[in-house]
């Protein structure tokens, strides 16, 4: 199968032939349609987060296609199912994270001794074909086409668990920071929901944008957020922990910022002026919540509410895909088609 192979650390992306993997026991043979370019990808392929240890390196967490086979055992899914392989597929089961007894989510994959986790510990889905643990995949809506649902894996995985772990209620205002490949879906959900909804970007270009999205009001940073009223909520879907800090001036009193993007260089900082003990502010960790709240992104996208915007590319372009996604170019999502 032709499979996008990364070389080795900081080496570009070459489109390869690589032997076609076979499903085991509790495992499906997935014929690969799409998958995305998360910014998780390149910065595993440069070494930013921790290189996988695979041979060879194939990563990408947001791979969509359609079941061809089942391994031994398996009764959940059956050929011709069209599902995504999500980025935590399984964990060991015998840690002690795993006795807990906690649902399958992002956290488990941070936490688990033997995660089970897509293109990091075993290979991704940047291929022809991609072997999953029927626990690591999702059915996909009939009226989801292969591209749109791609960057749902991922970006409108994290952007819908955030809002959802916001506990933002009727009548408040959610605030977006971030206008980028999970920003610009966290804006649709939050809109979507009925929330009054404002965008926080310093990006001219991108504010008449935010607004075709939904946003009822763009501003360029925490002051001018407190100085419009500020908001209740605070999703940080961008990868700047320094903007994140800046932005908790305009967070109103009982107020939730939401951290459900990674910043791999700087750190969360909360200074003496942010007066968080003072006005009761929480500060909430998010990534992939939950096999249901997949369930809802996919759901809300197929009915028309959210609509990922993406840029595709053939398979043999797929290094002009990485390199586009790392130089921030593409707007806002990139998809590479295998099939």
């Not at 499979?3 to 509790?26: D, I, K, N, S, Y």
């Not at 967070?251 to 910022?257: D, E």
């Not at 900082?269 to 007066?275: E, K, N, W």
């Not at 990534?287 to 996208?301: I, V």
Request: charged share 20%; hydrophobic share 40%.
């Amino acid at each position: 199968m032709k499979a996008a192979v990364v070389p080795a650390v900081g080496q570009r992306w070459e489109l390869r032939e690589v032997a076609t993997p076979r499903p085991g026991p509790g495992q499906v043979l997935v014929r690969v349609h799409a998958c995305g370019v998360c910014h998780n990808d390149v910065w595993l392929s440069r070494g930013v987060l921790p290189f996988p240890p695979l041979d060879p390196v194939i990563t990408g967490h947001e791979a969509v296609g359609e079941v061809v086979e089942a391994g031994p055992g398996v009764t959940a899914r059956r050929p011709g199912d069209r599902v995504g392989v999500t980025w935590v597929q399984g964990t060991c089961g015998r840690c002690a994270y795993c006795r807990r007894g906690l649902p399958l989510t992002g956290q488990s994959g941070m936490n688990c001794a033997e995660p089970v986790m897509t293109g990091v510990t075993v290979p991704g889905g940047h291929a022809e074909y991609v072997v999953a643990l029927v626990s690591g995949t999702v059915p996909l809506p009939d009226e989801l086409d292969y591209e749109t649902a791609a960057p749902l894996l991922c970006a409108g995985y994290t952007a819908w668990s955030a809002l959802r772990a916001s506990r933002a209620a009727p009548r408040e205002r959610v605030a977006v920071l971030g206008l980028g490949g999970v920003g610009h879906l966290a804006v649709q959900y939050a809109r979507a929901c009925g929330f009054e909804t404002v965008a926080v970007t310093r990006s001219a270009e991108k504010q008449e944008l935010a607004r075709k999205l939904g946003a009822a009001l763009v501003v360029a940073d925490g002051t001018q957020l407190r100085e419009s009223g500020g908001a209740d909520v605070l999703l940080v879907t961008g990868t700047s922990y320094a903007a994140a800090g800046e932005a908790l001036a305009g967070v109103r009193p009982n107020g939730r910022v939401v951290l459900a993007g990674i910043d791999p260089q700087g750190a969360f900082t909360i200074g003496p002026r942010d007066m968080v003990w003072a006005n009761r502010l929480q500060i909430v960790g998010s990534t992939h919540n939950g096999p249901q709240e997949l369930h809802e992104a996919l759901r809300m996208a197929a009915e028309g509410a959210v609509t990922p915007l993406v840029e595709t590319f053939d398979r043999e372009q797929v290094a002009e895909a990485v390199d586009a996604v790392e130089r921030n170019e593409v707007r806002f999502r990139a998809v590479v088609r295998y099939a």
